[in-house]
């Protein structure tokens, strides 16, 4: 008798078991994805600027700059941007490693200094971190046959700083 009831008592603990097994894991609504669906824009201007970057610190300053957009290259000499980066070269402005873009606009019309032609512009932000710096630049891109080409790029650098969670 006491051999049944254990038995019987195996098989109800597994079969209990199974059944959550396959209500949770199979027959079990989904809920929400707990991960935000990527944004395929953050991806195409990160590629774009570190492809950039990536010319740069192998010294393709030429190459670089054929990949800027044809309103930068009206109003910045092949000369000028070498000056440019020579001096973000320098300065220790360009990290060693990809940048991680953190923030862009949405397309907003506006014009280029010394330019009359008005433009789609989308303003970006991307940082890389380094010895304890912020290595970052302020880009912005404009559309030249469909695909997105640099217009302005400006660096900064800060420390970088510890913030509490919740602040």
Same mark, same amino acid.
């Given at each position: 008798m006491l051999q049944t009831i254990g038995i019987s008592a195996v098989t109800s603990l597994l079969c209990t078991a199974i059944v959550f097994f396959f209500y949770f894991s199979i027959l079990a609504p989904q809920g929400p994805s707990k991960t935000p669906p990527k944004d395929p824009l953050f991806a195409k201007y990160e590629t774009i600027v570190n492809d950039f970057l990536d010319m740069v610190r192998k010294g393709q300053i030429e190459a670089a700059y054929k990949e800027t957009s044809p309103s930068f290259q009206k109003i910045s000499t092949l000369d000028n941007f070498k000056k440019l980066i020579n001096g973000y070269q320098s300065a220790q402005n360009i990290p060693s490693s990809p940048c991680s873009l953190k923030e862009y606009s949405e397309p907003f019309s506006g014009s280029i200094n010394d330019l009359p032609d008005k433009y789609m512009i989308v303003q970006t932000k991307c940082e890389a971190t380094e010895?304890? #710096? /912020?290595?970052?630049?302020? /880009? $912005?891109? /404009? $559309?030249? #046959?469909?695909?997105?080409?640099?217009? +302005? /790029?400006? @660096? +900064?650098? !800060?420390? @970088? !700083?510890?913030?509490? $969670?919740?602040?």
């Open positions: 010895n304890k #710096e /912020i290595k970052g630049f302020f /880009i $912005e891109f /404009i $559309e030249n #046959e469909g695909k997105s080409k640099i217009s +302005y /790029i400006n @660096v +900064y650098k !800060t420390p @970088v !700083t510890h913030k509490k $969670e919740g602040q």
